[in-house]
């Protein structure tokens, strides 16, 4: 890989930066939120309050010895305890708050809370607003294209979708549109994707998913496109191994997301039996490998997940956490080679990425220039988004 840029690693201690106001306004607002969701008791009140507190303006200390994952922890944060919150890359900061949050409300602990996902009412709702039922509605006339037509607007679907991130719209307000000099796609690889996966292709798609909710549901649906199509024999869907990041989506997501969709009237329907049965015949596979919780980037994976992403034809990448660590939570020059920056990955790679950090790369002058020129704020309005893709 070219390492021929040295740049800096992204951290929460610049004020104003988006970082910055991640962990300083929408933490605190989603301890909140969780503390309102469920009827925790007092040991959970004061835990919950603690981490606020100590986020805020305390130090970074270890988990507890009893913590089933204690020691990968330390490994992973022994040089940042002990630090300021603010002080350390904010990949990690982000990521062991989560873990913190979940040690808080008892999800690890033995006890009646073992196993309550924290953010689940969150992910239910989104699953039954007037917004998802539109959006299932629409695929009766999606579905009645030709088959180009429906590829070009599934994957804008599944691409867009990552707009329902619950912990984007807890602390950001996105632009509600682009200028004409700044379209909200800033790179469209798509072309290159599609030509990875052409009909009639014995290929195994990877998709990484990032959002549970009214993301995942786009995401299932191109799934079903793609198997449906004969686009792929098979398609693995990677989550998380545990409620992660809010809204990221974990195996009783995708359940959740499959009964919406069956139980949903028209060909949203229909999506969902296909789905159903594509996972009872093998030909779609969930998997939840401990890795996708580290906070690290994919660059340092373990062997066994490597190989798993070897054997596949393409590896889709939804979100924008997928994407910082693909490619490194760095403040890369935009201009940066997207090809270059994952040149590790075993194979071939594509990201379908709604702009909600500061991370970004693979983008040419003249965009980098209008999209500066008009816009303070493009990397992390949400109001642009991308597809790259390494062959």
């Known amino acids: 890989m070219s390492d021929t840029v040295d740049a800096p690693v992204i951290r929460s201690d610049e004020p104003g930066s988006f970082a910055?106001?991640?962990l300083a306004e929408r933490h605190p607002a989603l301890i909140e939120k969780v503390r309102d969701a469920f009827p925790y008791g007092p040991k959970q009140h004061r835990a919950?309050?603690?981490l606020r507190d100590n986020a805020a303006e305390g130090t970074i200390t270890p988990l507890p010895p009893t913590a089933y994952d204690h020691d990968r922890w330390a490994e992973w944060g022994r040089e940042h305890f002990g630090r300021s919150w603010f002080d350390v890359?904010?990949?990690w900061a982000e990521s062991y708050f989560y873990r913190r949050l979940l040690e808080a409300v008892g999800y690890f602990a033995d006890g009646p809370w073992r196993g309550v996902d924290p953010f689940r009412p969150f992910k239910q709702a989104e699953l039954h607003t007037p917004e998802a039922e539109a959006e299932l509605a629409t695929l009766d006339d999606i579905l009645r294209k030709p088959a180009g037509e429906q590829a070009?607007?599934?994957?804008?679907?599944?691409?867009?979708?990552?707009r329902a991130d619950l912990g984007f719209r807890i602390s950001s307000t996105a632009a509600a549109a682009s200028g004409p000099d700044t379209p909200p796609l800033v790179a469209d690889d798509s072309e290159a994707l599609w030509s990875l996966l052409p009909v009639g292709s014995p290929a195994t798609l990877c998709v990484v998913a990032d959002n549970a909710g009214r993301e995942l549901l786009p995401d299932l649906v191109l799934i079903d496109h793609v198997l449906h199509h004969g686009r792929a024999e098979r398609v693995v869907l990677q989550v998380k191994p545990y409620p992660y990041y809010v809204s990221d989506a974990t195996t009783e997501d995708v359940v959740d997301c499959l009964r919406r969709l069956v139980r949903a009237e028209g060909a949203a329907?229909?999506?969902g039996r296909r789905l159903w049965a594509a996972m009872g015949d093998g030909r779609l596979t969930v998997r939840a490998h401990d890795f996708f919780r580290a906070p690290l980037p994919y660059e340092e994976m373990p062997g066994d997940l490597r190989s798993e992403f070897a054997e596949a034809t393409l590896t889709v990448f939804k979100g924008d956490l997928n994407y910082r660590r693909l490619v490194g939570d760095r403040l890369w020059p935009p201009?940066?080679?997207f090809a270059d920056r994952t040149?590790?990955?075993?194979?071939?790679v594509a990201a379908l990425r709604t702009l909600k950090s500061d991370v970004i790369v693979g983008l040419d002058e003249r965009t980098v220039a209008a999209l500066d020129a008009h816009e303070d704020h493009w990397r992390t309005s949400g109001a642009h988004a991308l597809i790259q893709v390494r062959r």
């Open 335 to 337: 201009t940066t080679s």
């Open 152 to 162: 070009d607007a599934l994957v804008h679907g599944s691409l867009w979708g990552n």
């Open 48 to 50: 919950l309050d603690a």
């Open 20 to 22: 910055r106001s991640v």
């Open 343 to 348: 040149a590790y990955f075993p194979g071939p």
């Open 269 to 271: 329907a229909g999506t």
């Open 89 to 91: 890359p904010f990949l």
